[in-house]
């Protein structure tokens, strides 16, 4: 079973207590975008085999959103972090970096 | 070409009598040539039906399909089979009733036997919600003119003795009922039509990835491969879970997802569940197979994933529900379960498309469904590559309607179905 840290309340908690919300740091396309901005917004994914950065709920557990770095072919997590964020943050790359030096940069 | 035995009772007894010294390979596993008008990525069940369909319906027949692992290895060997038509949008009813009346002459068409076992297909409504709902379908399956219906719990009872209709947390309060629904084999399925593909000289390579896809100009070249490079006018990718990865290789993303999708089977019991039931409300299905085994799947994973393994949870969540539901399997041991990735699109219909590089074609986005529609999809999407312009089967399907907000909205429709 999964598991992955929750930032906030410290909890290693279990897949169950959790729940998946897809592919994080998607910019908003706004009132002034295109029809093209929009979908790419609403639809067009990463969908990466590899390093996926994604949102979580801790829905069954302190009930906020969270950040995760994890592969989609090993399940091995690089880390959690705060929703937050523009991006990733520089440690959780550095740690991407140190583990899968072909796929940083991602 | 090398002209392959017909499969008879006449070639049964022959071959009985001769210690069966006589049977031929049913597909030739050539080395790649240079150049094909046709390469397909991919040979599942959507592969392989396209590049028959090509040869069949338009008379293209220099045509590869290049499988990475082993042909049917994918989703197509991989799912629990179960065969239906009764959907609610007009685009969907269209290909996938079209499918299965293909399904109905596969084993003639092709000279395979695909054990297609019309046995009907019940979806149980256990809450008021998705009764309306399955009403609804069965109202615009009139209008399209697929054959389907909606019954009783009374109905329910005497078609599947073992349902608990009563509950206990959900009642069975009605169910769309397909009749000529069903199921078929589906390693059956993708040996047939390869066997089709090589005879009509068409070549299968199996281990065989795809690495790169080479263009020019906007236009595809070729591909390269674990056997070396290959040109080509036209590339088809059917990929399902690894759509993504392939579409990253000519340059282009989808609006797409990969999940893992799990089945299990039981061990083998005496015949008790001679239907396909679906309760997509407690999320589980069920069907039993010619040798006894209860098949059994669920809802997809919640994450994104590539590893052909899935969470235990979900196969819990799954039993459970079918626990509640027929009782007597509450003590069957499980003897095998598996995952496949599935490849979910935002509105959870297919894609046959263009793609923004040209004479490249994308058939993906079956996610949790496309065992069902493999004939269908393949006509389908050899007449887009045939003619570069797709037919009325396709045209809804194309990846535009993402952009232009015209969805072919099913998973409000069906809810976890397949
Ligand atoms: C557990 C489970 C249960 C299901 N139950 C049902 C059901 O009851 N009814 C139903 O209708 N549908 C069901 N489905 C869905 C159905 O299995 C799929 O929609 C369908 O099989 C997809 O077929 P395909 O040919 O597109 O993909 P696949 O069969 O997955 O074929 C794609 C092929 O492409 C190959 N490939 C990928 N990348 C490359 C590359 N770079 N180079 C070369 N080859 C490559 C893969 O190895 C694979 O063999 C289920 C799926 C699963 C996983
Ligand atoms: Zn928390």
């Not at chain 1, 079973?1 to 998607?26: N, V």
């Not at chain 2, 000519?250 to 089977?265: C, D, H, K, N």
Request: aromatic letters at 8%.
């Amino acid at each position: 079973m999964l598991m992955l840290t929750c930032p906030y309340c410290g909890i290693a908690a279990d897949e169950t207590e959790l729940h998946g919300g897809g592919e994080a740091h998607i910019t908003r396309a706004g009132v002034e975008a295109s029809d093209a901005e929009f979908e790419e917004y609403l639809f067009t994914r990463a969908n990466p085999k590899g390093v996926h950065f994604e949102k979580w709920h801790h829905s069954r557990g302190c009930g906020r959103w969270f950040h995760a770095a994890r592969c989609t072919v090993t399940m091995e997590v690089f880390g959690t972090y705060s929703a937050q964020t523009l991006q990733p943050p520089d440690e959780i790359l550095a740690e991407i970096e140190r583990r899968r030096p072909a796929a940083s940069g991602k | 070409m090398k002209r392959r035995g017909r499969y008879s009772a006449f070639a049964l007894v022959r071959e009985a009598m001769r210690g069966h010294t006589g049977w031929q390979k049913a597909w030739e596993s050539p080395l790649p040539s240079r150049k094909y008008d046709v390469v397909i990525i991919g040979a599942g069940g959507h592969g392989l039906a396209t590049a028959y369909f090509l040869g069949k319906n338009h008379q293209v027949r220099n045509v590869a399909v290049l499988e990475k692992g082993w042909l049917g290895g994918g989703n197509t060997g991989r799912n629990t089979t179960i065969i239906r038509s009764n959907y609610l949008q007009d685009a969907s009813a269209a290909i996938y009733e079209k499918a299965r009346q293909l399904y109905e002459s596969m084993s003639q068409d092709l000279n395979y036997n695909v054990m297609f076992s019309p046995r009907g297909v019940m979806m149980l409504a256990q809450t008021h919600h998705e009764a309306r709902g399955y009403q609804r379908i069965n109202n615009a399956n009139i209008v399209q003119g697929v054959s389907t219906e909606y019954i009783s719990p009374d109905q329910v009872r005497k078609l599947c003795p073992i349902i608990s209709i009563d509950g206990p947390r959900y009642p069975v309060l009605g169910a769309l009922w397909q009749s000529r629904g069903g199921t078929a084999r589906h390693d059956a399925v993708a040996w047939a039509y390869a066997r089709a593909c090589s005879q009509m000289g068409m070549h299968i390579v199996e281990q065989c990835e795809v690495n790169a896809i080479r263009t020019r100009n906007g236009r595809v070249v070729g591909v390269d491969t674990g056997k070396g490079s290959i040109d080509c006018d036209k590339l088809a990718i059917v990929v399902a879970g690894h759509s993504g990865v392939a579409a990253e290789m000519a340059g282009f993303r989808l609006p797409i997802e990969s999940v893992a999708l799990q089945a299990l089977v039981s061990e083998p019991i005496k015949p008790c569940l001679d239907i396909v039931v679906m309760a997509n409300t407690v999320h589980g299905y069920i069907s039993q197979s010619d040798k006894g085994e209860l098949v059994i799947g669920g809802g997809a994973d919640q994450y994104n994933n590539y590893s052909q393994r899935g969470s235990f949870h979900n196969v819990e969540e799954t039993v459970r529900a079918l626990v509640e539901t027929f009782p007597i399997i509450s003590r069957l041991q499980m003897l095998r379960q598996w995952g496949g990735i599935v490849d979910m699109t935002g509105d959870r219909s297919p894609i046959i498309s263009k793609t923004p590089v040209e004479h490249v074609y994308i058939n993906c986005g079956w996610g949790t469904g496309g065992f069902k529609s493999i004939p269908g999809s393949g006509w389908a999407m050899a007449e887009l590559v045939a003619s570069d312009q797709p037919g009325i089967l396709a045209a809804p399907f194309g990846l535009e309607r993402f952009g232009e907000g015209r969805f072919i909205d099913e998973s409000v429709a069906a809810g976890v179905a397949h």
